[in-house]
């Protein structure tokens, strides 16, 4: 089965057994969408330049495996908080189709047709890199999504907690699954939504801190010297890591008070990425 991309990345397909491939944007468009050239970011072997296109991207999508139905897995990543915003089924069309237009896209077994995420609510997955596991049967969008990913508008399509349910029946399947960072941002968010109703609670440290901005920015400036001084001398990792967890801490208290999250500090480091720092700094004194 031969599919059809645009020119643009006709030629920068690159097939091998355990590659994984996605599109970056260059300066040109087709149509509605940016044209794109695949970037190589792991292969055992080297291509052979004398296949056709047809026939690298054939090679390549067959390198999938695919199940009876043609279908295989793909989860939706944030690029930039690594949440799982949700799982769907995707064939050959889907993946080309993401590929090209950056918008994440599946195939529905019920309607048996592709349909892209965010067609209907406007919240589409911005797909900004895509990778295959090592067994090659299920596939990883990792994209920045424009909003809410689940239809019941959730952020995302997992809340329910198996532990909750277990440990307490009554409990409300409404707790989003996260990482330790962002469990942190949500209890200090807590902690700041009480302040705001005037909620009557235990004594808390965060609160303390998030009603008293000097108190805040000394401790900010504070465990920032003490992670320093773990350099300068010369204390052990655990040390190190310790001050670091301390700065983190007080720093996104700041950020709670300023309503900046965290996701706004990654995407902006991802930016980075591509510049360099110097150039960076540079530009902020324009």
Not at 129 to 135: A, G, K, N
């Amino acid at each position: 089965m031969a599919i059809s991309f645009p020119h643009c990345i006709q030629t920068a397909i690159v097939p091998c057994r355990n590659v994984v491939v996605f599109p970056k944007v260059l300066n040109c468009r087709f149509g509605n969408v940016k044209k794109t050239r695949l970037q190589v970011l792991a292969c055992s072997s080297v291509a052979d330049k004398g296949l056709s296109f047809d026939k690298r991207v054939e090679t390549l999508v067959d390198s999938v495996k695919w199940d009876d139905k043609g279908l295989a897995v793909a989860i939706a990543q944030n690029v930039d908080t690594g949440a799982i915003l949700m799982q769907g089924f995707i064939n050959r069309d889907a993946l080309a189709t993401t590929i090209s237009s950056h918008k994440a896209t599946f195939y529905s077994r019920s309607r048996k047709q592709l349909w892209i995420k965010g067609e209907t609510s406007s919240n589409f997955i911005n797909v900004h890199d895509i990778f295959l596991d090592c067994d090659r049967d299920s596939i990883i969008y990792l994209g920045k999504p424009d909003g809410p990913t689940c239809h019941t508008g959730a952020e995302t399509c997992y809340f329910s907690s198996v532990s909750s349910i277990v440990e307490n029946s009554q409990a409300e399947n409404d707790i989003l699954a996260m990482t330790t960072l962002y469990s942190l941002e949500s209890t200090i968010a807590e902690r700041k939504a009480e302040i705001e109703r005037k909620t009557e609670t235990k004594a808390s440290w965060t609160k303390k801190l998030l009603l008293d901005e000097k108190l805040l920015c000394s401790k900010v400036r504070e465990e920032a010297d003490e992670l320093c001084r773990t350099l300068e001398d010369n204390e052990d990792k655990s040390r190190a890591a310790s001050e670091m967890a301390d700065v983190l801490y007080h720093s996104m208290v700041l950020l709670a008070l300023k309503d900046v999250k965290m996701e706004d500090v990654l995407e902006l480091l991802r930016k980075r990425f591509s510049k360099s720092g110097i150039e960076e700094k540079n530009s902020r004194k324009s």
